[in-house]
């Protein structure tokens, strides 16, 4: 029998279980149990038992105090990607690879917040004070009145956030934090929930805004935070490819505020630089689209964003082809290619495919399946597209083209950029600055472009 209080937290997806198993019954990780000792926290309802209860006061839907402001930290993009600044009081999780800049935008943010006049602390577990200081200086940043702390101890963090009166404080990491209640290690499943779950009810409590920091793991997982997510008010994504300057912070959830909307930074020699216009930032600037090149006109939260889709296919050396792609769903460019196959009569049997989105933009938008069938077509055909044409439409297994969302927005960005055509559903009406090519299958899409036009 397992011992009083030991448990095993699974450390990808921090589901607990009685008996240690070498495979995760809830996600199917291998090798990720361990065991924890979980002790009950203070207050907590025994089994069986009865607890003292401080009476439950219900409340009406309209409040008698207005809600204080949202903090406006300055830097528009991450305040647009908040819903319009940080609400007091809430919990946000900024989650993001090792090295991809989190540390950076939060130290922004707080010098920034700090200049307009909010109360702000940054606490790291990560790095000394004096190497906060010297990144603080290279960002132009060592004047604003922000508070810095190097400190892992959750009792000290915590104690320190009851005496001093915040707006906004940073935990960077969530996952260096330790609480000397739990026996388990810094990182684990079970310290990172209760450090995580301790700083939310602080938050709520003094009415302070925290944002904590959450690296993840290579395969996209926030390991461990993942089970901070549905603790928090809002998880921001922070992402971007290496090699490429661009940083996309995506809202991946908000209890305050729309969830598609993205801000774009750029990371330079002092720090990250707002990109208050990305839609022309992921085409290629100059020269000619060669084959297997199309750009593809998409909508990233409330903003049009132009960026080309680059496809390559060859015939493949190895029996069995290869397919890789970069920026863009692998099993949905399987969909696009099967139905290619099926209602267009494109072969990829015997062919390599490669589907790469510049920049190191993630698209998820299901429009961008026609952007990415052109590529695809273009390159095996080995047929340029048009210089001046855009392209976009979801596509149906039938081989179907439908209509997608905000078309107006899309068509009126292409022409500001310079484009007049696009291969595109058919819009509602008429009247645009760019000459769309109305396509309604697939095939003829296909067709259309293996003529050139
Ligand atoms: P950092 O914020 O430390 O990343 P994280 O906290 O997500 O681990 O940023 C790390 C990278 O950013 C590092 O490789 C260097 C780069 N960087 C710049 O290019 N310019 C800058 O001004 C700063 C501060 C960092
Ligand atoms: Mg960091």
């Not at 940043?141 to 922000?146: F, G, N, R, S």
Request: proline fraction near 5%; charged fraction near 20%.
């Amino acid at each position: 029998m397992a011992r009083d209080g030991a448990l095993y937290a699974c450390q990808s997806c921090g589901t607990t279980h009685a008996k240690w198993a070498g495979q995760c019954a809830a996600c199917g990780s291998w090798n990720s149990l361990v065991e924890e000792i979980v002790s009950r926290p203070p207050g907590a309802l025994a089994p069986g038992r009865g607890a003292k209860t401080r009476g439950l006061a219900f409340e009406g839907l309209e409040a008698h105090a207005p809600s204080p402001p949202r903090i406006a930290t300055g830097l528009e993009e991450f305040d647009r990607v908040c819903g319009g600044g940080v609400v007091p009081g809430s919990a946000i999780l900024l989650a993001g690879d090792p090295g991809v800049g989190k540390s950076t935008l939060l130290l922004q943010v707080c010098a920034q917040a700090a200049r307009r006049g909010a109360a702000c602390a940054y606490i790291s577990g990560e790095e000394a004070v004096e190497q906060i200081r010297a990144r603080a200086r290279r960002l132009g940043l060592a004047d604003a009145p922000v508070k810095l702390a190097a400190e892992t101890a959750l009792r000290d963090v915590v104690d320190a956030l009851r005496r001093e009166a915040f707006d906004l404080v940073v935990v960077d990491s969530i996952q260096t934090l330790w609480s000397d209640a739990h026996e388990a290690g810094p990182g684990s499943v079970t310290q990172v929930r209760a450090c995580a779950g301790e700083l939310v009810r602080l938050a709520k409590r003094k009415g302070v805004a925290i944002i904590m920091v959450g690296h993840v793991t290579k395969d996209g997982q926030i390991a461990g935070p993942r089970v901070v997510e549905h603790m928090v008010d809002a998880v921001l994504a922070f992402e971007g490819e290496r090699g490429y300057p661009f940083r996309i912070l995506r809202g991946a959830k908000n209890r305050f505020g729309a969830t598609d909307e993205i801000g774009v930074f750029e990371m330079g020699d002092a720090g990250l630089a707002e990109v208050r216009n990305p839609s022309a930032l992921f085409l290629n600037e100059g020269g000619e689209r060669a084959a297997g090149a199309a750009v593809f006109a998409g909508i990233e939260g409330s903003r049009p964003v132009l960026v080309e889709f680059q496809a390559l296919v060859a015939p493949s050396v190895y029996g069995t082809p290869r397919r890789a792609v970069v920026g863009w769903d692998s099993g949905r460019l399987a969909m696009v290619m099967a139905v290619l196959e099926a209602r267009c009569g494109l072969g990829f049997a015997t062919r390599d495919v490669y589907l790469n989105v510049a920049g190191g933009l993630r698209i998820s938008e299901p429009a961008a399946d026609l952007a990415a069938a052109a590529a695809l077509a273009s390159s095996a055909l080995d047929v340029a597209l048009p210089q001046d044409c855009v392209v976009f439409g979801e596509i149906s297994l039938s081989g179907d083209i439908r209509p997608v969302s905000r078309m107006e927005a899309r068509l009126k960005e292409s022409a500001k950029l310079g484009f007049s055509r696009a291969l595109a559903p058919a819009p509602a009406d008429g009247g645009s600055a760019v000459a769309v090519t109305a396509v309604a299958r697939l095939a003829d899409a296909v067709a259309k472009i293996g003529d050139g036009a």
